[in-house]
Structure formats: C-alpha cells, structure tokens
C-alpha cells in the first residue's frame, strides 16, 4: 500500500495553496469579456510590469498564449515561423498554428542548450523576391526555459542577437516563457532582461510558479487588442476569471522566490542518481527544476519495468522513450522527498543486481 506520494510529473501538478484557494474565495470579480473584471485587469497589469510590456492578457493555457501570439503576428494565411525543431510550440501544440492559423513552421536544429544557432536562423529566412513559390517569413520564436533539452536558459545576450536578426529582416520575435522565472533565477537576470527583445511573450503561471490555472501574454497596446480578439474567436473569454487570476496573483508573488530551493534540489537528485549503476544524467545540463536521464545498457530493468516499481512506491516521474525518463521539480517537493525518491531508484537498481548476481 503506497503511503507516500512524490509526484515529479510535471510542475503543472501542484495543488493550490491555502493562500491562493482564500484569495479566489474573496476575489472581486466582473465580467471579463467586457473588461470590467478587476482581479484580472490587476493581474494582467503587474505581469506585464514585471516583463517590461505595455499591456497584459489573461488565457487559459500557454498552448493558446502561443498560439494567439503567432496568429497576431502571422495575420496573413501563409505567413511562416521560424522555430527550434525541438519546441513546445512545435512538438505539443497539436500544429494548431497550422490547422487553426495557416501558418507554416519553419524548423530549425536546437542545441543541447535550447539555442538555435544564428547563422542558422538567418538561412531560414525566406528572400521576398521568392514569394511567388515561398511562404512569407514573419516571426522567429524562442522558448526559455527550453523543455525538450532539460530546462536550459537562454542567455539575454542570445535573445538580443536573436532580436536584432529578426529587425534586420523586418520580423517579430515571441517568446514562449512557460518557465521564463526559472531561467530569471538560475541566469541571476531580471526577467524583464531577458524578454527585452520580443515583441511578445506567453508568460505560464501554472508551471514553476504552481498558479492551478492561465498564462498571461504580454505586449504592446495593439498587439493586445489583437490578441483579444482573438481570444474570443479561441473561446478563451471567460466572463468571471477574477477567482482564478487570485490564485495566480499569490503564484506570482509567493512563488518566484522558491525557484532556486527547486533547482537546487533538482541539482541534488541529478548528482544522486548519476550515481547508481545503471542510470546515466547530465548533470552540467541541470540547470533549472527538469531532469532527464537514461537507463543504460547492461542492467535488465525497462523503462515500463522502473516506472512500475516507483509507481508502486508512490514516486511518479514522466516516461519519455524506451530507455529515458523525465523528472520536473516543484515547489511542493521537499528535501525530504528527494531522499525518498532517490532511495526508491536505489532499491530498484538494487534489486536488479541482485538478480543478476552481483
């Protein structure tokens, strides 16, 4: 019988605070679609602050933060976006840009660090005088943190280089900044610092900082009166959302400040887990709260077989191919829990050994 949980899934998972769950049962409210809900107008206000932006707007997910994002930016059907091949946007997002906006991606190699090089990106720029045959290049996008590599950071610098490319060629940047306050705390940059070259960025507040719902894209006035709109075509208006932009408002002020304890326990079950026979981790690569690691060849366990056993202990991590897993520290995992998580790998490796001989 499982007496303990550690649910290492995702960041997405966390349970809203007592202090968020009192904010959203006193939350004054209106109806948002006619812009008159004022915990919302708060939140949306102080998120674009922080990211240096004229103008906030509330949505229900970063998939459709992203996603309105491009379709501002991409009005004309046929536009084409630059992206790392390896992307949020690019791999999870249901090819909504395509299916919902006509809009072509335009992938491009990501690094191990979630960069995409330069020169690279600038290949990939269609020439106008091609446009008879070619897509209309119109917007480079960026993610950071970058997921898919193990929450890498993207430099200021990078994002600045990037943004002085894409005004070269008369192009918008975006960012997706599902966790942009990760990459903040681990680089030691403000976060205003880091976004300062997008022309937009999704900000998600229900990852790192453990909001149970929404993200905010920021921007300028026009591109969020744009973004509105769409929203509203998405069916993203959801009249009274005061409750549940609370909730985010404690995240955000409650939350950021926990980041680092989450990335340095991260950094600590990287190091104990490079350490048992039969796993392999990265990690120099750990630099925010992902982890991704390999079983490698020799010990006769499975990815399917180690799941199983933590699940049975009541660990429970994100399976990610045949011989690798993915762990994503939050807020709500102490150290303690880390030791246990890092016990239970041990005793599977244990008992495998044990099996074999060894």
Known sequence: MVTRTV?????????????????????????????????????????????????????PSGTMGNLISVLVHCEIRGSEVILGDNSHIHIY??????????????P???????????????????DPRGELVYPTTRLICLENTHANTGGRCLSAEYVDSVGELAKKHGLKLHIDGARI??????????????????????????????????SVIVGSKSFITKARRLRKTLGGGMRQIGFIC????????????????????????????????????????????????????????????????????GVLVMPEGPSRMRIVLHHQISTSDVQYTLSCFQQAFSGVQEENGN
């Open 181 to 214: 306050f990760n990459a903040s705390v681990a680089l030691e940059v403000p976060v205003h610092r880091l976004v300062q070259a997008a022309d937009s960025v999704s900000v998600c507040l229900s990852k790192g900082l453990g909001a149970p719902v929404g």
């Open 108 to 126: 491009v190699k990501n690094n191990e660090d979630g960069t995409m090089d330069i020169n690279l990106i600038e290949a990939a720029i269609r």
């Open 93 to 106: 997002e249901n090819g909504g840009i395509s299916t919902i906006g006509g809009v072509h991606p335009r």
């Open 7 to 59: 649910d290492l899934r995702s960041d997405t998972v966390t349970k809203p605070t007592e202090a968020m769950r009192a904010a959203m049962a006193t939350a004054e409210v209106d109806d948002d679609v006619l812009g008159a809900d004022p915990t919302a107008f708060r939140l949306e206000s102080e998120v674009a602050k922080i990211m240096g932006k004229e103008a906030g707007l509330f949505v």
């Open 246 to 313: 609370a909730a985010a408002f404690v995240a955000l002020k409650e939350n950021v400040g926990k980041l680092e304890a989450d990335h340095k326990k991260a950094k600590v079950l990287a190091e104990g887990l490079n350490q048992i026979k039969g796993l392999k981790v990265n990690v120099a690569a750990v630099e925010t709260n992902i982890i991704y690691f390999d079983i490698v060849e020799g010990p006769k366990i499975t990815t399917e077989k180690l799941y199983k056993y933590l699940e049975e202990h």
